[in-house]
C-alpha cells in the first residue's frame, strides 16, 4: 500500500531537521520549526498518533537526517522460527529492535535476542536489507531499514524479557496474529526461503 502522504511528512521532517540542524539564521530557523509543525500535523492528521507525541518525538531528532536501522534475527529450530510476544500490542515478532550506538548489527542482534528471548546466539549470514516502504508495514513516523540476520542458538533458555511476554517457535503454515509494523508476513516467508535454500543470496531492496 502506498502512503504518498507519509512520504511528503517525512520529506518535510527530514528537510527541517537539517535545516535547524545547520542554520545560521534565526528567520530560517523559525521556517524550519513551522516545517516540522506541518510535518507533525500531516502525521495527526493520518495516524493515531496525537499533536503533543509527534512534536515530542520530532524534537528529540537532532543532526543530518538518516533512516534508523531495525535489526531482526532469524533463529530456526526443528524447521520452524523463533519468535517473541510484544508486550505492547501483544502480537508476534522475530526478536529484535533498534541498533543503539557504539554496537555492530551483530552485536545488536546477539543482544536484543538475549533480552527479549533468552538465547545466546551467534549470528552468521545476513539474510535481508529491507527499506521498510516497500514492505506494507503500517505507517510510522519516521524511516527505517530493516535488518534479517540468520542466527544460530549456543544456550541459553526461553525466556521473557522487559518488552517482551512469550517466546515460542511457529512453523510456516501456522503463523501468530504478527506485530506488522515491525514484521510483515512476506518478510516472514522469505525467511523460511533461506531454510530450505542457505545458500540463497542476500536480499537488497
Not at 527530514?14 to 524550519?32: H, P
Not at 540468520?150 to 512453523?171: N, W, Y
Request: aromatic share 12%; hydrophobic share 35%; with cysteine.
Amino acid at each position: 500500500m502506498s502512503y504518498k502522504w507519509l512520504d511528503w511528512a517525512q520529506r518535510i521532517q527530514a528537510i527541517s531537521q537539517a535545516g535547524l540542524t545547520y542554520s545560521q539564521n534565526q528567520f530560517d530557523k523559525e521556517r524550519y520549526e513551522e516545517l516540522r509543525g506541518i510535518s507533525a500535523e500531516i502525521l495527526e492528521e493520518y495516524t493515531d498518533h496525537d499533536m503533543l507525541y509527534v512534536k515530542e518525538i520530532f524534537a528529540k531528532e537532532f543532526g543530518y537526517p538518516t533512516p534508523k536501522a531495525d535489526v531482526r534475527g532469524v533463529v530456526f529450530q526443528d524447521k520452524k522460527i523463533l519468535m517473541v510476544r510484544e508486550k505492547n500490542d501483544d502480537k508476534w515478532s522475530l526478536p529484535g529492535g533498534f541498533c543503539e550506538v557504539g554496537l555492530s548489527a551483530k552485536e545488536n542482534i546477539v543482544k536484543e535476542i538475549k533480552e527479549e528471548a533468552g538465547f545466546h546466539v551467534v549470528p552468521t549470514k545476513l539474510l535481508a536489507l529491507f527499506d521498510m516502504r516497500k514492505h506494507g508495514h503500517p505507517p510510522q513516523g519516521f524511516h527505517y531499514y530493516k535488518i534479517f540476520i540468520r542466527c544460530e542458538i549456543i544456550g541459553g533458555h526461553a525466556k521473557p524479557g522487559i518488552e517482551t511476554k512469550d517466546i515460542r517457535f511457529f512453523s510456516q503454515n501456522h503463523l501468530p496474529e504478527l506485530s506488522t509494523k515491525r514484521n510483515t508476513s512476506s518478510q516472514i516467508n522469505m525467511m523460511f526461503a533461506f531454510l530450505t535454500n542457505p545458500n540463497m543470496e542476500t536480499i537488497l531492496d
